[in-house]
């Protein structure tokens, strides 16, 4: 059995279902953990004071995820049609009489 196939056949139900705004919020969020990790190595040399992290965590998540989804396109939703009403089937017409 090819898994492979089935993981894509999946994904690419999934992948329509999920809002390109969210996406993009999600995306931001994700960059932000990012930087705090390369922060960690590069700037301050082993733990992020508490106080950088904290500010990195409220102002620039909430700032990009909102800027994200601002900027990021609405997905269309498709709705159903109605299903066609049920119309009764006709009388049946009366024999004719002789």
Do not use: C, N
């Amino acid at each position: 059995m090819d898994f492979k196939h089935e993981l894509q056949v999946i994904e690419g139900r999934l992948i329509d279902k999920v809002e390109a705004k969210v996406k993009a919020a999600s995306t931001a969020a994700a960059v932000t953990g990012l930087v705090l990790s390369l922060l960690g190595a590069y700037v301050f040399r082993g733990a992020v004071p508490e106080w950088v992290q904290a500010l990195i965590d409220t102002v620039v998540t909430g700032g990009l995820a909102f800027v994200a989804g601002w900027l990021a396109k609405h997905t269309p939703r498709t709705i159903a049609p109605p299903p066609a009403p049920v119309t009764p089937a006709p009388p049946p017409t009366p024999p004719a009489s002789a």
